[in-house]
Each structure stands twice: as C-alpha cells, then as structure tokens.
C-alpha cells in the first residue's frame, strides 16, 4: 500500500466485500422490480391507445391490476431492502470487529500498534462511510424510486443526503469512543436508530409549517456532521491512550440501584436459579432499553403537543413509531441476549454459563421462561405506555372503539403479537448454537424470508384459483415441520439432553396454542367472509415446535464446542 489511508480503505473493503456484494444484490432486485413495474405500466398505456376498447373492458381491467400490482410491489420491496441496505452499511463502516474475548469492541486495537495517526483511522472509514452512504441513497433515488414513483412525488434529496451521513457519523462516533460502555453504546445506538426512523418519515407526513422545520434540521443534521469526526478523534485518542476503559464510580452506582430493587430469595433448584439468572442477566436491560425509546418518542411527542399539534395527530405519531420498534427491532434484539450473554457481548456460551450444574435442556427452558417472560413485560409495558398517552391526548374512547369496530383494528393488535412471536423464536435455535452473526446480518436474512413469505400469501390471495396449490404447499410444510420436530425430540432424548417431560410439555403447548389460533381465525373467518380453508391451514403452522425441538441439539452444539 502506499499509504495509510489506502492501507485503511482497502481493510473495509477486505473485510466487507461480502457486504458490499449483498448491496449489489439488493440494488439488482430493486432494478428489476422497477423495470417490470415500468414494463407493464407501459403495456397498459399501449393497449389503450392500439385499441378501441373501452376502459371498462376485461383486458383493460386486468392489465391495470397487473401494472398496479407490480408498482405496489416495486415500491414496497425497495423501500424495505433500502432500509436493510442502511442497516448493512452501518456494520459495514462501524469499522469494528468482535474479539473471543472482549466481545463487540470499537476501532480494533491492533490498529493502535501501528505507526498511524488517530485522525487517520478516524478520518478513512468515516469519509468513505459518508460518500458510501449518500452514493447509495443517489442510486436508489434515481435508479430504484424514479421510475416506480409518480411524477408529482419527489424524494427530498438534500434532506436525506444530510441525514443518513450524520447519522452514520454519529453512529460510528458511538460505537468508537465507548468499547469500555457496552450498555450505554447500546442504550445510545438505539435511540439513534429509532430517531432516524422517526425523522425519515417526516418529510412524507403532512406537517405544519414543514419548509421552516426542514431548514431547521437539514441545518442541525449539517452541524452533527461537521462536529462528529472532532468528537470521535478526541474520543478515539483517549481510547488509545488507556482513558476511557471503564468509570468504575457509575458501575458502582448501578450495582447498588440494581441490589436495592431486587429481593433476595431461595432457589428451590438449579432449574431456578438459571431462570433467575437468565431474567437478570441478559432480560433486564431489554426492558430498559424499550422504557427509553418510549420516554423518548413521549419527549418528542410532548413537544409537538406544547407546539400546538392536534392531540388525534399526535396520538397515532406516539403508538405508531413504539409498535414500529416492539415488532421488528426489540424483539429479535431481546432472542439475541437472551440466546447470548450480554456482559460478554457474544453468542458462544461462556464458561461461567456452560459450567452451570444445569442440564441442557433445563437450560434452554430457562432461557425460553425468560424470553417469554421479558416479551410479555415489554408488550404490557407498551399498551401501558400507549393507553396512557391516549388518557393524554384524549382519544382513550376512540382508541377502544377502534379495537373493536369492523375494520378490525384490534385484530391488526393480534397479528402484530403473533409476528412478534414468531421474530422471536425466528432464529432461536440457530443463535443457540453461537456459530451465526448476530444484528444485523442474522435479522436481515430473517425478515427477507418474513417478507417473502407474506408476498407468496398475498399472491395466492390474489389468485384464488391456485387454491389447491397453496393448500398442497402448506401441506408439505405441515409434514416437513412435524418431521423434523419428532426427530429432534428424538435425538435429544436420546443424548439425554432433555428429558420426556420437556418433550410432553412442548407438545402439549403447541397443542393448546394451535387449538386457540384455529379458533381465534375461525371467528374472525366468520366476520369478515374471508376463505375459511386457506387460513385454518395456514394458521395450522404458525405456532412453533420445530424450533423449539432443535434448541436443545443447538445449545448442545454450543456447550460441547
């Protein structure tokens, strides 16, 4: 290399390059969605100018659907994958690396051993990181959302050209200048996050004075990026320095707030305790991270309502941004700690959990207890918070209303659980084994298949006529999930992992949980004239025991290692 900053650029580029290639592939899928989109708009335009039929002919009507339902796609699918892409470009330049030891770090430490300056290795990832970042936005803004989108509609280039570099500057800031405050880094990084999500969607709501508030933060956003790279240099020197490795007064302090508030208390096992520690370990700061982004969305909201904002406005911007991040960010973080150990900041098993004079399958039902236990406290937690604002905003009677009238509100409340459910057992039994990556790399593939699956559903319910295809394919699945579930029950059983009254009760929940949601679709089958058949069947796979039956062999793969 001739330089350090080559030597620097060409170690981002080594290490992600599989990064990079996924890029690639989302931006290709993207094109292609909006070039079949733009294909069959432009087939409707040709059939109603080379013929004289009327717009209410068949051919015409279809040819609508097609081209609109295409362009529905186009634009839902690239704004999805625009939003994973981000997310992959923040691990990407956080220039950061995970040791067996140390866990998550910031700037990896062997770099500090060589002869480079620190504005150097502050300088290279965070430049690269912002032109990276505003290419990519150019790219899906003129090649993905151009031709899909109406020519009236317009994506506020400077806006966001201004945003997500500062958002990623003061991201890879967070991340470099405290590796010796994990849990603050993680308390920050998230909050960071869910304030991007909120001021992305805030040029396509329909605000007040909107000219005067953009100029505001376009200004706010220009001024982060012109601060960041001075304050993550001071931050990485003193880093480098041996400064800022740990603040042992405030640990303290939080060692004796948390031995204040919890109740001593006598095990009746070694089952117990490990659901104890479990609970304490590894659930406890997933509560507290949800509590802050509540209080946070609550401040933001608060000052809208101090600013003169309609309360029915405000009400729907509060609980729409906190299910927004129960659904698709908490959860999935919660299966990570809990599946983890999140003082060491990895997924393999440490020693002081492996060691515990507790059996493996003892020891997944802990960690399932737990994780069950925190979901439940994060989602009452929520309709708390949300029913109290309600009282605030004086919608308390519309909100109720509106989970009971036939649009079927509340039963969008069900599904969201179910989905959040599902994100939560979603890759339990392979983070289990402590051989995949965590966030973001694991979550992408899993709302990917989310995501395609509930497109295939949406296909077969547009076309009614492959109804005994959808039914043969969710019979095969059927078959497949209840084979591998007996044969990993099996195995387990076998090795002794779990013993038959884990087997019996993971069989008998998943009965019972089936049974209600059988019953549950079928009332509401009943109320809204939908196809009974197709959704039981369905409906037949969604509560998991495939994944459950694997746990075991998965956390014996990581406890054995």
Known sequence: MTSPAAALAWEIWRKNRFGFLLLFVFLIVCLALGRLA????????????????????????????????????????????LGLALLVTLAMFAFAESSPLRGFSGIPSRLFTLPVRTAQLVAVPMASGACFVALLYLAWSRLVFAPVLQQDVQLP?????????????????????????PRTRATLLILLITTVTVLSVLPFAELNRWSERKAALMAIYAV????????????????????????????????????????????????????????????????????????????????????????????????GPILMFLVPIWTPMLGLMVCGDLVSRRLPLTTFQAT????????????????????????????????????????????????????GEGMSLVIAGALSLHFLLGLFPLWLTGRVPGLPWSFVV??????????????????????????????????????????????????????RGFVFGSVSIWIIGTAFWLWLVSRITERFNWDEVLLLAFVALLFPIARIALAPLALAMNRHR
């Open 157 to 181: 280039d400077g806006y966001f050209l201004l945003l997500l570099p500062a958002a990623l500057a003061v991201f890879q800031t967070l991340v470099w200048t405290l590796p010796g405050f």
């Open 224 to 319: 982060m990026l012109g601060a960041a790279p001075f304050v993550a240099w001071f931050g990485v020197t003193r880093v480098r320095n041996g400064d800022w490795r740990d603040w042992p007064a405030l640990t303290a302090l939080m060692n004796r707030v948390a031995d204040t508030f919890s109740r001593q208390r006598e095990f009746t096992g070694p089952a117990a305790a490990q659901f104890w520690i479990e609970r304490r370990r590894n659930g406890r700061l997933a509560l507290w991270g949800l509590a802050l982004v509540i209080l946070f969305v609550l401040g933001l909201n608060a000052i809208l309502l101090l600013n003169d904002g309609k309360p029915s406005e405000l009400f729907g911007s509060f609980y």
């Open 38 to 81: 733009t294909h069959f708009a432009a087939e409707v335009e040709t059939l109603q100018l080379s013929s004289a039929l009327p717009a209410a002919a068949p051919e015409i009507i279809e040819a609508n659907a097609r081209a609109t339902d295409w362009a529905g796609q186009a634009k839902w699918w690239s704004g999805v994958l």
């Open 446 to 499: 899993l709302l990917i298949i989310y995501l395609g699956l509930g497109d295939v559903i949406g296909w077969f319910d547009r076309h009614p006529n492959y109804r005994d295809t959808a039914l043969l394919l969710m019979g095969a699945a059927a078959a497949t999930k209840l084979g591998i579930a007996l044969l990993a029950f099996r195995q387990a059983i076998k090795r002794k992992l779990v013993k």
């Open 356 to 407: 515990r004079p507790v059996a493996v399958g003892d020891l997944v039902l802990a960690k399932l207890k737990a994780m069950f236990i925190v979901w439940l406290g994060g989602c009452l937690l929520a309709a708390l918070s949300i029913g109290t604002w309600a009282v605030v905003c004086g919608q308390f009677d519309a909100w109720i209303h509106q989970l009971y009238d036939e649009r």
